[in-house]
Structures are given as structure tokens and as C-alpha cells.
T-cell receptor, first 117, second 115 residues
Framework: NAGVTQTPKFQVLKTGQSMTLQCAQDMNHEYMSWYRQDPGMGLRLIHYSVGAGITDQGEVPNGYNVSRSTTEDFPLRLLSAAPSQTSVYFC????????????????FGEGSRLTVL | AQKITQTQPGMFVQEKEAVTLDCTYDTSDQSYGLFWYKQPSSGEMIFLIYQGSYDEQNATEGRYSLNFQKARKSANLVISASQLGDSAMYFCAMRLLQGAQKLVFGQGTRLTINP
């Protein structure tokens, strides 16, 4: 019962470095998304995907890239890390709302804590 | 567009009391879902309860119930007989049935249960 798996759980970067946060789900979910969580801001949507080959921007997409080559994987790339990207990142997935029978609740990974120095 | 507002940054409640966490939402769509998630200090996001916009009955899941008032656009979470383990951050979220189906979260409420 893996669910949504995110790696790494912790990462420290220097300003200007690039990295990829990995996300994989084994529930055959069509919908996948990335959020960042900052104190007092709740969870803000970075990018999302409604299926392989289809991605779109959320509320705070600048500085991040995504791709969805398979149903299972949805990596998040930081192109040139900045201190403002210090945050906790969550990957989440779901069936397309309306098809699950339960309302399309998101299943979350455990989170990745990223610090940019 | 969709927006969720949680106006209570923090709540303090005595153990065994009931507690209501407020959530208001804004959308012009007619078809949507409302969700509550719990985030304990360990950091994981736990789904609690769901209410569909066309559901006539308020949702209940064990000690959790959702007080859905569509005309007022509110979806308050009620926790009955609170327990120490209920201490956590609580997030209200909304998802539209149409379009991209993005799930949008409120800022959260930190609930502390005192013994």
C-alpha cells in the first residue's frame, strides 16, 4: 500500500542550484498536483496535471517546472533555487472528481522539506 | 475562481468539549465539493470529511460532522467530544466539479485541546 511516495524527505540547496522532487503514485489516479506549505499561508497550488502529457499552472508556478510522461510520476523541478523557495512541498493525487464515488479527495505524500541557503 | 477563508488562526478548547472550526467559501459554480483535512505535528495530511454541493444532508464521519449552509457559503467542521489527539492544524478546501478541478485550501486553523 505505497500510495503517494515523495523523495527526498529533506534537502538543503544553495542558491542557484537545481533539483527535482520526485512523486509517484500507484493508485492509477488521473489527477496529480504539487503544493507548497508556508506558515500562515495554508497550501498553495504550484502545478497540476489531469493526465499524462497534460500539465497546467496553479497559484504559484514561478521558478518550478513539471512534466507528466506517465500516469504514475509527476516530478517537480526547481530550475535555480532561491531562498524564497524554502518550504515544505506536498505531492497529492486523486481520481478525477466525480469518478471516485467519494468526492475526489486528494491523497497526499508525506512531504519534502526543502531549505535553500 | 474559488476561494476559501478560515478566520480562526488558533483555537483552544478543553478536552471533551465540542468545537466548531469555521470555513467560508466563494465560488460562482454550482457543482463543487468541500473537504476538511487534519495535519498533526508529524506533518502528514489526513482527509477527514467531504460534502458535495448537492448533498442535502450534512456529512458525518464518526466524531466529525460538517455543518453545510449553502446559502451562507459556509462549511464549518464540528468535532464532538474533543480528545487530546485532535490537537492539530485543520484545513478547509474546495474543489470544483467542472474544469481543471483544482483543490484550493484555506489558511488553516491550529486547534489545541487542553486537558
Amino acid at each position: 500500500n505505497a500510495g503517494v511516495t515523495q523523495t527526498p524527505k529533506f534537502q538543503v540547496l544553495k542558491t542557484g542550484q537545481s533539483m527535482t522532487l520526485q512523486c509517484a503514485q500507484d493508485m492509477n489516479h488521473e489527477y496529480m498536483s504539487w503544493y507548497r506549505q508556508d506558515p500562515g499561508m495554508g497550501l498553495r497550488l504550484i502545478h497540476y496535471s489531469v493526465g499524462a502529457g497534460i500539465t497546467d499552472q496553479g497559484e504559484v508556478p514561478n521558478g518550478y517546472n513539471v512534466s507528466r510522461s506517465t500516469t504514475e510520476d509527476f516530478p517537480l523541478r526547481l530550475l535555480s533555487a532561491a531562498p524564497s523557495q524554502t518550504s515544505v512541498y506536498f505531492c497529492a493525487s486523486s481520481h478525477y472528481y466525480g469518478s471516485s464515488g467519494r468526492g475526489g479527495e486528494l491523497f497526499f505524500g508525506e512531504g519534502s522539506r526543502l531549505t535553500v541557503l | 475562481a474559488q476561494k476559501i477563508t478560515q478566520t480562526q488562526p488558533g483555537m483552544f478548547v478543553q478536552e471533551k468539549e465540542a468545537v466548531t472550526l469555521d470555513c467560508t467559501y466563494d465560488t460562482s459554480d454550482q457543482s463543487y465539493g468541500l473537504f476538511w483535512y487534519k495535519q498533526p505535528s508529524s506533518g502528514e495530511m489526513i482527509f477527514l470529511i467531504y460534502q458535495g454541493s448537492y448533498d442535502e444532508q450534512n456529512a458525518t464521519e464518526g466524531r466529525y460532522s460538517l455543518n453545510f449552509q449553502k446559502a451562507r457559503k459556509s462549511a464549518n467542521l464540528v468535532i464532538s467530544a474533543s480528545q487530546l489527539g485532535d490537537s492539530a492544524m485543520y484545513f478547509c478546501a474546495m474543489r470544483l466539479l467542472q474544469g481543471a478541478q483544482k483543490l484550493v485550501f484555506g489558511q488553516g486553523t491550529r486547534l489545541t485541546i487542553n486537558p
